[in-house]
């Protein structure tokens, strides 16, 4: 991302779950507060009726809405198994690692008081997020179980970001990294889930997206990844990580971490996209991982 702004693919993944939201039968995954979190042009083009009607033909949700579908999928994945960890574990701190537009604070953290929040991101994109949450929010004030934890991913550790925070590493917590990895090198992902497993407490949850290499892909997953390469190097965040799935277990299961399960791009629109109408899909190019210390 470019320093003094907010993240492009941030925001373009926001205006995805406000399409999704507003013109979706039926959402994955709904976020009301989507259209307001992404920028101006965005915005604009969702209120044209026929970039509407052309964004959601069938041929938009059976191409390119692969790409609505890994946004929308990984946040349906991870606010699902964050609710059983809630319910079923007691896990009481929520770590949001490059929480970029979430909503989740608007959402649902009035739900769950009891749960402390952590939103850890680049302090230009938390700034202008900060702006956003007050000038949605009908109080003009955030929960009061949010913290937000800035960083620079490029200059520091996650561990040392959340020791000036309220985070305790006494007790389990949940973190959920989604639509970052893909921007890193596979090094410094596996280094980020090592300070993890560095600074968590034993049955810590991690729930996070990957891409796999798109020469592995066929016909058009391999084409459209190759689409999406080239609009992020457009974008001035290009994609740089691509993990083999069973390197990735054998590395962080020398961390200490249990592979819980690694959903495929098949498996996600198996349990979400199943028979919809509307032909949206998940792609073929990244898969859903959940981890745990064990």
Same mark, same amino acid.
């Given at each position: 991302m470019k320093a003094g702004r907010v993240s492009r693919t941030a925001e373009a993944a926001a205006a995805l779950r406000a399409n999704h939201h507003l013109n979706a039968d039926?959402?994955?995954?709904?976020?009301? %507060?989507?259209?307001?979190?992404?920028?101006?042009?965005?915005?604009?083009?969702?209120?044209?009726? +026929?970039v509407r009607k052309t964004l959601n033909s069938s041929f938009m949700n059976k191409t390119f809405g692969k790409l609505t579908g890994q946004v929308v999928g990984r946040s349906r994945y991870s606010e699902d198994l964050l609710q059983q960890a809630i319910e079923n574990n007691d896990i009481q701190q929520y770590v949001l690692v490059g929480a970029g537009l979430d909503s989740f604070v608007?959402?649902? !953290?009035?739900q769950y008081p009891q749960l402390k929040i952590f939103e850890v991101d680049h302090p230009d994109t938390q700034k202008t997020k900060i702006e956003k949450l007050k000038k949605i929010s009908k109080?003009?004030?955030?929960?009061?179980?949010?913290?937000f934890v800035s960083i620079d991913f490029e200059k520091e550790k996650l561990s040392d970001a959340l020791k000036r925070s309220g985070f305790d590493s006494d007790h389990a917590a949940f973190f959920s990294w989604l639509g970052t990895t893909? %921007?890193?090198?596979?090094?410094?992902?596996?280094a980020t889930l090592?300070?993890? !497993?560095?600074? !968590?407490?034993?049955?810590?949850?991690v729930v996070m997206d990957y891409s796999v290499d798109y020469k592995t892909l066929k016909g058009f997953e391999r084409l459209g990844s190759h689409f999406v390469i080239q609009f992020t190097r457009f974008m001035k965040e290009p994609l740089?990580?691509?993990?083999?799935?069973?390197? +990735?277990?054998?590395?962080?299961? #020398?961390?200490? %971490?249990?592979?819980?399960?690694?959903?495929?791009?098949?498996?996600?629109?198996?349990?979400?996209?199943?028979?919809?109408?509307?032909?949206?899909?998940?792609?073929?190019?990244?898969?859903?991982?959940?981890? #745990?210390?064990?």
């Amino acid at each position: 991302m470019k320093a003094g702004r907010v993240s492009r693919t941030a925001e373009a993944a926001a205006a995805l779950r406000a399409n999704h939201h507003l013109n979706a039968d039926n959402p994955v995954f709904s976020d009301p %507060y989507a259209f307001d979190m992404t920028n101006a042009r965005w915005r604009l083009l969702l209120n044209n009726s +026929l970039v509407r009607k052309t964004l959601n033909s069938s041929f938009m949700n059976k191409t390119f809405g692969k790409l609505t579908g890994q946004v929308v999928g990984r946040s349906r994945y991870s606010e699902d198994l964050l609710q059983q960890a809630i319910e079923n574990n007691d896990i009481q701190q929520y770590v949001l690692v490059g929480a970029g537009l979430d909503s989740f604070v608007l959402r649902l !953290a009035d739900q769950y008081p009891q749960l402390k929040i952590f939103e850890v991101d680049h302090p230009d994109t938390q700034k202008t997020k900060i702006e956003k949450l007050k000038k949605i929010s009908k109080s003009n004030q955030l929960p009061a179980n949010v913290e937000f934890v800035s960083i620079d991913f490029e200059k520091e550790k996650l561990s040392d970001a959340l020791k000036r925070s309220g985070f305790d590493s006494d007790h389990a917590a949940f973190f959920s990294w989604l639509g970052t990895t893909h %921007y890193l090198t596979p090094e410094t992902t596996l280094a980020t889930l090592q300070n993890i !497993a560095s600074i !968590a407490a034993q049955n810590s949850e991690v729930v996070m997206d990957y891409s796999v290499d798109y020469k592995t892909l066929k016909g058009f997953e391999r084409l459209g990844s190759h689409f999406v390469i080239q609009f992020t190097r457009f974008m001035k965040e290009p994609l740089m990580g691509a993990f083999i799935p069973q390197e +990735l277990h054998n590395a962080v299961q #020398k961390m200490g %971490y249990a592979v819980i399960e690694d959903l495929s791009g098949i498996d996600i629109t198996e349990r979400y996209f199943h028979h919809r109408p509307d032909h949206i899909r998940h792609t073929h190019a990244s898969h859903l991982i959940h981890l #745990k210390l064990v």
